[in-house]
């Protein structure tokens, strides 16, 4: 079935700590993960993407690795800021046919103690 | 994600009564996507449009319809509502480009 799984569900971390969240998901098919964060009564704003053609894609203290074979992929944050602490989402893209839907993990609450 | 606008912003409605959701898309994209998102979940699928057509549905009854109109943008309806429709319901704007979805602020359903 479509499923993504997403854990921790929750994580508290340092100022200046990483945080790591990781998911998994069951359509081998799938081409395409983003990464969303939402802040509290906010939209989901996209933060990073990979596509299953790169193992790894870093943008400044935000990296996001990819492991096609175990169906696994994770997001890293360094050097983080209480500005990070949010719930953050991972998704799945799964093809309808002529389109792609994306298929989401249950989240993970950041907090980031200063 | 910015040029991606919703209406109305809240929402307070009665079991049985119905909804509908407005959305508009960045200038440019073609195809909407709708989710539900309830407090505490990551958001689910609902429909994808793309240049009016219908390109997908997720698992939800058939009192959840949409549609897309000739400007691209899109409406979702809900009728009968229930308890449990209570959510936040967005919008997403896709990239014909990168198929990179874009969410709207949502509109925030609450049914009494």
């Known amino acids: 079935g479509e499923n993504v799984e997403q854990h921790p569900s929750t994580l508290s971390v340092q100022e200046g700590d990483s945080a790591v969240i990781k998911c998994t998901y069951s359509?081998?098919?799938?081409?395409?993960f983003p990464w969303y964060k939402q802040e509290l009564g906010k939209r989901p704003q996209l933060i990073i993407d990979i596509r299953s053609n790169v193992g790894e894609k870093k943008d400044q203290r935000i990296a996001v690795t990819l492991n096609k074979t175990a169906k696994h992929f994770s997001l890293h944050i360094t050097e983080t800021q209480p500005e990070d602490s949010a719930v953050y989402f991972c998704a799945a893209s799964m093809s309808m046919g002529y389109g792609n839907k994306l298929v989401f993990g249950a989240g993970t609450i950041l907090r980031v103690k200063s | 994600d910015a040029g991606v606008t919703q209406s109305p912003t809240h929402l307070i409605k009665t079991r049985g009564q119905h909804v509908t959701l407005r959305c508009s898309p960045i200038?440019?994209?073609?195809?909407v996507s709708w989710y539900q998102q309830v407090l505490g979940q990551g958001p689910q699928f609902i429909f994808q449009?793309?240049?009016?057509?219908?390109?997908g549905r997720g698992n939800f009854p058939d009192r959840f319809s949409a549609r897309q109109f000739p400007n691209y943008s899109s409406e979702l309806n809900v009728n009968a509502l229930l308890l449990g429709d209570s959510a936040l319901y967005l919008c997403a704007s896709i990239s014909g480009v990168t198929d990179t979805q874009y969410f709207g602020p949502g509109t925030r359903l609450t049914v009494l």
């Open positions: 359509d081998s098919a799938s081409n395409y």
């Open positions: 449009y793309y240049e009016k057509e219908e390109r």
């Open positions: 200038s440019g994209h073609k195809s």
